[in-house]
């Protein structure tokens, strides 16, 4: 008969209560899963299928981490099996199977502080004046496809324009612009309802330029659902739907990067444009126009407000290079 391990039944425990009771994403919860699996197999092979969680030291956290490095992995791949980790054994020490977190005195590796290139505000605009209209229409970009072959990208010009009024008027992560429903614009606020991570919702302010592509969108969203016999999901469906109106009709976030780059690079912005370049774009433009920090960090839903912090940084950094490139004393 196969031995279950104390380790293991606590792991998949602790995995239990993070689906159910914490509402965590799914990607939470599968990156948790692997990470917190996987050292409890460590924990197997070093105090044995018999062995006690209570066991467990710091140490050998440490020597986790160091199997880790030796296996080739990266600081940043290391530091997310240690807050995996930590987080299990918080969970352990709240529910009194272990007196205290040994994880606490295992030291987060140091990354590199990689600042995002965000396009200025004339690119932007010159990317969404470029959505507008008949020019909008006209201009095709090339033919990546998506899940099921459908060529989604600069097929539908009018959705295209919503994403990245979206993305970049509002602020929302890719996962949040898919998972918005027509029933998430609150037009009477002149607002979109977004949820978020752990499935937290907040409204984030519609603009006249998203909303007036949301119009022009939506009227033809209508027609092509009634055209294929779904007029049920007109009201009730996913905002952004797919071409071809398959399975639940939503777009999905593959689908999203595929047509951001895709427009981005035939409008000539760099070729590391992706949905979440928008989202900095919209923290980094705000914060230089003078919006507090704080309500920037409502919109955008950070938890903390070091999270947002970063797009101080980011600015600090680009007046840093003007002044590199500009002031007569600086050469």
Not at 216 to 235: F, I, N, T
């Amino acid at each position: 008969m196969h031995q279950t391990s104390e380790f293991s039944e606590l792991a998949e425990r602790f995995l239990a209560m993070l689906a159910n009771e914490r509402g965590a994403s799914e990607h939470t919860v599968r990156a948790y899963a692997r990470e917190v699996r996987n050292f409890a197999g460590y924990l197997e092979e070093t105090l044995g299928k018999g062995g006690s969680i209570r066991a467990v030291e710091h140490l050998h956290i440490r020597a986790y981490l160091g199997l880790l490095y030796e296996r080739g992995l990266t600081k940043a791949s290391a530091a997310r099996a240690l807050a995996a980790v930590r987080s299990w054994f918080k969970w352990l020490a709240k529910d009194g199977k272990v007196p205290q977190n040994p994880a606490l005195l295992v030291s987060t590796p140091k990354l590199p502080k990689h600042l995002p290139r965000v396009p200025s505000v004339e690119e932007v605009n010159r990317v969404l004046d470029s959505l507008e209209g008949p020019a909008g229409r006209e201009k095709k970009s090339g033919g990546a496809k998506t899940e099921g072959h459908e060529a989604e990208v600069a097929a539908w010009p009018e959705r295209d324009r919503v994403i990245f009024e979206l993305l970049y008027g509002c602020g929302i992560r890719n996962s949040e612009l898919v998972g918005l429903d027509v029933g998430s614009v609150k037009w009477g606020d002149d607002a979109i309802l977004v949820r978020g991570k752990g499935k937290k919702e907040r409204l984030v302010p519609l603009g006249d330029e998203a909303a007036a592509a949301l119009r022009d969108y939506l009227s033809q969203r209508e027609a092509k659902l009634m055209a294929a016999g779904k007029g049920v999901m007109v009201h009730e469906g996913p905002l952004l739907t797919n071409l071809r109106l398959r399975g639940d009709c939503r777009l999905t976030t593959r689908s999203v990067g595929r047509i951001v780059k895709a427009i981005a690079l035939s409008r000539g912005l760099a070729a590391d444009v992706h949905p979440h370049t928008l989202r900095h774009a919209f923290g980094t433009h705000m914060l230089e126009e003078g919006a507090d920090l704080r309500a920037i960090q409502e919109m955008l839903g950070h938890e903390r407000l070091s999270t947002t912090q970063r797009y101080t940084q980011l600015t600090v950094g680009q007046v840093q290079k003007v002044y590199d490139e500009t002031h007569p004393r600086a050469k």
